[in-house]
């Protein structure tokens, strides 16, 4: 269940030829950085939005504003733009039957069908209260949900936003802790958020506390080039297992990366989307696979980006200047490496 893709992925996966085609589809592939309320599917999003305008006499234009730029697509000048969009779609899953809906179209998008996109999802998305639902019944309404699948398939990361304070990200984690240890499919955690917001020296203690509770720890860092260079070595400081994105990184961060050997989330159509990196030829990916360093290859939000995994695959093989031109034997050794990083299982 895919819908259409737009942008260099759906370029490079026209490009293919039927066996290239074939050969992609076929491949075992782990989806790791997919954040859920940035993953519904668009028909489902105008549908709930529909519902919404027709129950709320309240219609407040957020909405709205949002369904016309994802259906349109979205246009951004930088990076910071992409977080207004999410007001809009947060006001459409902010109860447990709307959440529950969401999450069973994102897990469809991924998980069903006869070629379906990935092998194995780790789903994440950031606990929110809301008048309808505390941060735990959020938590375990996706759980629900995750869980009607085998485990070998997929399993939740709970993502702590930049913005959280202590309290809430203390609060984040600790939900995450006990519902593992109660056998629930909470894998990991994630940092994400605003790159520019907040003090990233107030998480030491939540990223301890996570992988105490034997949680895998993945962080957005260095997304853009404002992310100075103290706070993405604070952020390394934390050990985690895994890092998103990880475009900025100066000399020293980068030999600590390949030192600890922590698995890069690569999202190829997200940077080119979000104008952190102008041009494929350019993208760090290239960095990571000079050195042979730990990648997976990842989407990271399918509804404003309007791509696939199997659009990402093929950004990996279509020919320059389509894509990077990589072997099949390359190709799956990549995707060998992202199963090699998942959390669960
Ligand atoms: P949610 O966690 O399921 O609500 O998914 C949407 C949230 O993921 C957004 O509000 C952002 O906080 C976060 N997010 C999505 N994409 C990115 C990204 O590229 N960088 C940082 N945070 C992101
Ligand atoms: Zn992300």
């Given at each position: 269940m895919v819908g259409q893709i737009f942008g260099p992925g759906a370029i490079a996966l026209e490009s293919l030829d039927s066996s290239q085609f074939v050969f992609i589809n076929a491949l075992p592939k782990a989806e790791l950085h997919a954040h859920l309320n940035g993953c519904i599917p668009i028909s489902e999003l105008q549908q709930m939005a529909h519902e919404y305008q027709r129950s709320n006499k309240d219609s407040s234009d957020v909405v709205q504003k949002a369904i016309v730029q994802l259906q349109n697509g979205v246009v951004l000048e930088k990076i910071y733009d992409f977080f207004d969009l999410f007001p809009g779609i947060y006001a459409l899953t902010s109860d447990p039957a709307s959440l529950r809906r969401a999450t069973r179209t994102v897990l469809a998008q991924f998980l069903d069908g006869p070629t379906p996109q990935c092998a194995y999802l780790e789903l994440r998305s950031t606990p929110r209260e809301t008048a309808q639902m505390s941060k735990l019944e959020y938590v375990q309404t996706v759980l629900d949900e995750v869980e009607r699948y085998p485990k070998a398939r997929v399993a939740l990361i709970v993502s702590l936003d930049r913005r959280m304070s202590v309290e809430v990200a203390r609060e984040c984690v600790q939900i995450a802790?006990?519902?593992?240890?109660?056998?629930?499919?909470?894998?990991?955690?994630?940092?994400?958020?605003?790159?520019?917001?907040?003090?990233?020296?107030?998480?030491?203690?939540?990223?301890?506390?996570?992988?105490?509770?034997?949680?895998?720890?993945?962080?957005?860092?260095?997304?853009?080039?404002?992310?100075?260079?103290?706070?993405?070595?604070?952020?390394?400081?934390?050990?985690?297992?895994?890092?998103?994105?990880?475009?900025?990184?100066?000399?020293?961060?980068?030999?600590?990366?390949?030192?600890?050997?922590?698995?890069?989330?690569?999202?190829?159509?997200?940077?080119?989307?979000?104008?952190?990196?102008?041009?494929?030829?350019?993208?760090?990916?290239?960095?990571?696979?000079?050195?042979?360093?730990?990648?997976?290859?990842?989407?990271d939000?399918?509804?404003?980006?309007?791509?696939?995994?199997?659009?990402?695959?093929?950004?990996?093989?279509?020919?320059?200047?389509?894509?990077?031109?990589?072997?099949?034997?390359?190709?799956?050794?990549?995707?060998?490496?992202?199963?090699?990083?998942?959390?669960?299982?």
């Open positions: 802790s006990r519902l593992k240890s109660e056998g629930r499919r909470v894998v990991g955690v994630d940092l994400c958020g605003d790159p520019k917001a907040g003090d990233m020296s107030l998480f030491a203690e939540h990223f301890a506390q996570a992988k105490q509770a034997g949680l895998g720890v993945t962080l957005h860092i260095a997304e853009t080039l404002d992310n100075p260079a103290d706070e993405i070595l604070q952020l390394l400081s934390y050990s985690p297992d895994r890092l998103g994105h990880a475009t900025f990184l100066n000399d020293e961060a980068k030999a600590l990366v390949r030192q600890n050997k922590s698995c890069i989330e690569i999202c190829l159509s997200s940077n080119l989307f979000c104008k952190t990196v102008t041009k494929l030829e350019d993208h760090h990916i290239r960095y990571y696979l000079q050195h042979d360093h730990p990648i997976t290859i990842c989407t939000d399918t509804l404003p980006f309007r791509n696939s995994l199997v659009g990402e695959y093929a950004l990996l093989l279509a020919k320059q200047p389509l894509g990077l031109g990589l072997s099949e034997d390359e190709v799956r050794r990549i995707a060998e490496m992202g199963m090699a990083a998942r959390f669960g299982v």
